[in-house]
Every structure is written in C-alpha cells, then in structure tokens.
C-alpha cells in the first residue's frame, strides 16, 4: 500500500496558540512494499510525520493519501477508521499501552475492534506471538508480569495480529540491550518483507538505517531534506555534513582510515563485513 | 576529598517476590569513589534498573546494605540522603511535574528552599548546559522525546548531587547530541568533581567511564577498566573497533594480538 504526502502541514493547536507549523509542505511519495527510516535532529517533525499517516495528527492543509484512502484537513470519522485498520502503529515504548488481565486477551483487543471472527482472532493471536518469538506458555500469563523486552514483544504483536499494510515503527529498539534490539529489528524486517508491507521506521541510529532501511527521508525543521536510497544517501559526505547527520560506525571508521592516508575507497561500507572486505580487497591490511 | 567512597554497596541482595528463588540481586558488592564515573552494564533482566531503585531508596534491599557519604542508607536516613542523589530515568515522561520547562527543572529545587536568585542562576545554568535555554518556557508535554530528556537532565544538575545516576537517560538522544551531551557531562563532571553512575547499552558511552560494573542475572560478574573487561569478556560486544579486528582476524587476516581501541587500529591500518 502506498503513502503519499501532497503539501501537508501540520501544527498542534494549544488552546488558541497555534505552534509553527510541525511539519511544513511536504511532499513525498512511498512506493507499497518499500522499508524507509526516517531520521532527523530531536524535534524535527518524525513522529508527527508518523501521526499523519493514520489521523492521529490531522493536516491543517494538503492531504494525505494510504493506499486509496484519503486524510484532509476535516479527518472524516469513516475514512480514519478504514485508514487505522490498514496501518499498523507502534509508539515509543509500546509496551507503555499493555492493558489488559493476560497477553492473549491483549494481542486479540485489536483483531476483535477491527472486526475478525472468534476462529480469526485466535488464529492471528497464535500466529503473531509465534512471529515475535514468544512461546504460547504466555498466552495465560499477565502482560505486566513478564520482563521489559517480553512486553515489547507483546506490544508489537498486537500490531502484527490485526494485519496492517502499513507498519509504522518509532523507535522500537529504544531502552533494549544491543543483542533485543537486533532481534527486535530483524523480526519485524523478516514480518516487512513476508507481508510486503510499507514500512516507516523512525530511528537515531544510523547503523539500523544501512542494516535495515532500503531509502531514507531526512526531516528538517518539517521539510524534507533528502529522499534517496541508503547507499547513495550516505556516500554523500558533503550533503551528510551540512545535514549535521552521524555515519553509520562502519562508514565513520572508513572515513578516518582514509583520511590519515589520504586515499580514498572505491566502495562505500555500511556494515562491519563490508568495511572488512573492503579493507583486504584494497590490501590495507 | 577525591578518593573517599561516595557510594559504598555491601553485600546487597533483593527478590521482588520472596516467595519465589529469583533474586533481582544476589550479593552485590563495590565502591565508586568521588569523583569517579561508573557505568554499569549488562542485558535486560540483569538487575541494573533494581540496582537504582536500592540506591535511591525506592526499594529496600532483603540483605545487605548502601552507604552513601559514609551514612547507611535506612527508612530514617533516605530523606536527607536522597537530597545527595539524583536520578534521570529513561522515559523523561514518567518525571515531569512543571507547566513550562523551567518550573520542572526549578521544582527540585523549591524542595531545597533555596533563595530565588541562586534557583534562577542555577536552573538558566542547567538549561544553558543541555542546550535547552531557549525552551525554558514551553509546555514540556510539546516537547519531542530527546528534548524532554535534556530537560530531565537539567533537572538534576540543577540539584548538584553528590551522586547522579543516569538509568538509560540517553536511548532518545541522536547519537550525535548524545555525544556532545556525554562530553559536556564529562567536563562538569571533572570540574564540580560530580560521582556519576550510569547505567547503560551505549559501548561508547561505557568506554567513557572509569569503571565498568557488569551485571548477569543479579550477580557482578566483573568490574575494572573499560579496556581490561572487553579483553576478559568475549560474549560483551565490545566497541566496534574491536569487532572490526576480530572480524578480520576471523578472515585470516594477521592482526595484533588483543583488544585495541579505536586510535590504535587505525594507526595500526595507516602504518
């Protein structure tokens, strides 16, 4: 399913003052089945992008386009409905939404809202604990008494039970140890890739883009700055400084290397085996 | 003072329900000294976050006990010995109280009953430190993620404790204002001569430290030099300079034998 910007801005209305405008023109278009992380400096407009896209912030102008569905300024009732059962969303630090008395009870909240049959739900319940890698021993057992990273998990499968088209992640890994937050990141990649999902992930780590993102949308001040695939984005060193943005720690390590010996690579290197390969291949070491 | 234990942990032990085996902490024992960094590290589960809560008080230990300035931390003492501590948890939205942000860093500090001239300058000083000066009079609620983080930051070096300890208070920043932040925390540190104990994920906030602790399922397992526990501990995923030579030796490559830091490896590839 495809996301479309065109013109949109947005502002959050306190009151009667009116900030500037969050997000500010933007236009975009995200093909179905591609995976894009969107990065940007704290406060840039990410999550408010990501709100956009299923009528939990309404554009003040320009609309929003899901698959078939349109989102304008008046947010139909109708519309926002059909459009939250086609996009899949999971905040920062999802587990923060776990309600209810076991996990089945709130895995199926969403799958029975949305309208699935009894056989449905619990199919999907089952299927999508097992997607997340937890055993259905937990299906009985309180949400609340499990650990930090089982929480999430749990979290995130309700997302997965209803079968969204579009998948919307902020920051998921946040708060988890470095080997959750690749399992994490590798399922939910594995859970794009079988659905053919459209999926937004908003992240600061940059090492996530090049290991999972296909393109990259960069955010500045609610415009976007660059839209391009991830090889090209980060092999633009010049346009990378002016957008104040990191390197992945591969690219940041080939940079150095290459700048005390003043050569230059021919490839650029996202991941550590790249860095690696590239190192012998130009007998470095 | 340099050299005094601030912080001084005796044989600690917690179970959240004493009814089963599972100890959150068995029989943790270290001291940091004033002036020290300490980073504690260790997976999800491993008794990092109890670690903080005994510290501060919010929980009481099963055994064992926490010194703090020399003063055993008890039902009695913890009002006054809280005022020595300062904590920033990882979801700033879980601390906030104020309606603009410079009444939440001020509301530490009103508890102090300090004059409002040396509330003023200490709380525009916070701001100006985690560079959110300018926001000092927007609804922290608006603010994004990383912003709120700095605020709950601010909020406790305005207090100046003698002991911060920072349970994963930078997973929301970029990594490039992590790093400024973590290095003006390391100035002030070195010049108010703070004790921060920062419990973490981040290998290079880790390597920041003096000291690393690691947990493993409520034990210490380990405590020393940032250097000497990655060479000890293979299955820590150490910094990735030192992935990037394993990597190689992995491809039979001739590499120096042992860890090496960053610095090291490239000027061992630039040679």
């Known amino acids: ?285 | 003072m340099n050299g005094s234990p601030i912080l001084s942990v005796k044989d600690l032990s917690f179970r959240y329900d004493i009814r089963t085996d599972d100890y959150a902490l068995s029989a943790v024992s270290f001291t940091i000294k004033r002036g020290d960094w300490a980073a504690v590290i260790g997976d999800n589960g491993s008794g990092k976050s109890t670690l903080a809560r005994l510290i501060v008080g919010l929980v009481e230990p099963e055994q064992g006990s926490i010194f703090i300035n020399n003063c055993i931390l008890n039902e009695q003492s913890k009002w006054d010995l809280r005022k020595k501590v300062g904590i920033v948890f990882q979801n700033p939205d879980n601390q906030f109280i104020g309606t603009t942000v410079q009444d939440d860093v001020a509301f530490g500090l009103e508890n102090l009953n300090l004059d409002y001239h040396e509330m003023e300058t200490r709380v525009f000083q916070a701001l100006k430190l985690v560079d959110m000066y300018h926001f000092r009079d927007k609804d922290p609620s608006q603010l994004s993620g990383g912003q709120k983080q700095r605020v709950a930051i601010a909020g406790v070096l305005a207090l100046q404790p003698d002991l911060m300890i920072f349970d994963e208070a930078f997973v929301m920043l970029d990594p490039k204002s992590r790093r400024e932040l973590l290095k003006v925390l390391k100035n002030i540190q070195k010049k108010l001569n703070l004790t921060i104990l920062s419990i973490t994920h981040d290998r290079e906030e880790a390597t920041l430290a003096d000291q690393l602790l690691v947990l493993s399922a409520g034990k210490l397992i380990d405590q020393g030099e940032p250097q000497a526990i990655f060479q000890k501990n293979p299955d820590i995923e150490p910094p990735f300079a030192e992935q990037l030579r394993q990597e190689l030796k992995g491809k039979g490559i001739e590499v120096p034998d042992g860890y090496m830091t960053e610095d090291e490896l490239v000027a061992w590839i630039c040679r």
């Open chain 1, 1 to 285: 399913m495809q996301v479309r910007f065109e013109h949109v801005r947005a502002d959050y209305q306190l009151g009667p003052i009116r900030t500037a405008n969050v997000i500010n023109d933007i236009n975009v278009e995200l093909p179905t089945g591609t995976f894009t992380a969107i990065i940007g400096h704290t406060g840039a407009g990410k999550s408010s992008l990501l709100k956009l896209i299923n009528g939990l912030l309404l554009p003040t102008a320009g609309e929003v386009h899901v698959g078939g569905l349109t989102i304008n300024a008046n947010g139909e009732k109708k519309i926002l409905n059909q459009v939250r059962k086609r996009v899949g969303m999971v905040f920062q630090f999802p587990e923060a939404q776990l309600f209810a008395e076991t996990v089945e009870q709130d895995i199926a909240f969403g799958p029975i809202n949305f309208g699935f049959t009894q056989e449905q739900t619990k199919k999907a319940v089952r299927d999508s604990l097992d997607k997340v890698g937890l055993s259905v021993d937990l299906l009985k057992r309180s949400p609340f008494s499990l650990s930090g990273g089982q929480q999430r998990r749990v979290a995130i499968a309700g997302i997965m039970a209803t079968n969204p088209d579009v998948l919307v992640l902020d920051e998921p890994g946040a708060g988890l140890d470095p080997e959750g937050r690749k399992k994490i990141l590798s399922m939910l990649k594995c859970w794009h890739n079988e659905h053919k999902a459209t999926t937004l992930l908003v992240t600061h780590d940059m090492d996530d883009v090049a290991t999972y993102a296909d393109d990259v949308l960069v955010l500045d001040h609610g415009r976007v700055a660059s839209y391009q695939s991830v090889r090209q984005f980060f092999g633009d060193e010049s346009r990378l400084n002016e957008l104040a943005i990191d390197m992945p720690e591969p690219l940041r390590v080939q940079r150095r290397i290459e700048q005390e010996k003043g050569i230059k690579l021919s490839q650029v290197s996202l991941t550590r085996s790249e860095l690696a390969a590239n190192l012998i291949k130009e007998q470095l070491v």
